[in-house]
């Protein structure tokens, strides 16, 4: 039976979504009614819902079908909640050969996600997203910003970006957030994005400067200018490859708070301040309700949970886990695990 349990623990799982189609990738938003998740399967991309905080969700509905969907290594959908809709980004394509097409499509609902709009492209060249690696931030209203791996001009990853202030309905035209004057920026790990409640647009993403894969952030007040870029902590890791790997970002009480792998290391850091190793791992994953934060990551077959100094692990058999902070405090985790989505409130 493919659908959603509910356990005694108050931890939910959903799919797989069918024999072939396990449910991959998981992506958290809340607000004050609605705690909002999208994922993958196959080849579609999938939304369920809940009005309880998390403690049950609303059978998954089908958004699209696309002829290709990538969903490894952190690719996948994302979710937003911007007013009354709820809004959906992904990169999807036709051609599975590497190297092929990908343009990321905006899907948005006005009816809390039983019905979709079609699909609307947000990047203003053709395929130039087809890396399939992005992200998206709502301010809870109707502006929204999207950002992505870009393949446009030539050789070399460029992170780009778009905003709709109309709540996902239109999107403007795209701006260049940072090249790379070593010619491309890390060009498999996923960037971030987080609109703070004064509308300040902060971008987070793994660099190849120099020789090293080392994170940096860039701001905007009006999603068209960035400031320069900001390296983030005091070392550096020299790497002549790709980890595949993006970071978390989250901005609260007037804080940006980041965490991101370095080696074998899962650290956390405020811009201008040195990094704090918390653990071992990678796919991290970051949220905070302003009180507390909360960082979780892999750590080989098992996600690992670090809340203001305390570490537990969520869970011996799973991957990608994904938070989203509940605006009366907690959090929300989602993880895969044995082809489904496990998802758990946190205190």
Known sequence: MWGILLSAALAVRLGPMGPDAPARQPQLAANSSVVALAFGAGNAIWYTS?????????????????GMLPLGRHRGPRVALAGNAVVITAVVGNDPKPGGDGDLVAWRSEDGGRTWSAGKIVNDMPASAREGLHALASDGKNTLFAVWLDDRGGAGKKLYGARSTDGGRTWSANVAIYRSPDGSICQCCHPSVAIGPTGEIVAMWRNWLGGSRDFYLATSRDGVTFSPAQKLGTGTWKLDACPMDGGGLAMTSGK???????????????????????GDGKDVALASDGAHVYVAWTDGSKVELWTDGKLETLSNSAGFPSLAALPGGGAIAGWEENGAIQIRRLP
């Not at 708070?257 to 301040?273: D, H, I, K, N, S």
């Open 50 to 66: 809940s009005r309880d905080g998390g403690k049950t969700f609303a059978p998954a509905v089908k958004v699209a079908t696309a």
């Open 256 to 278: 940006i708070l980041t965490a991101w792998r370095r080696e074998t290391g899962v650290f956390v850091a405020e811009p201008g301040q040195a990094e704090r190793r918390i």
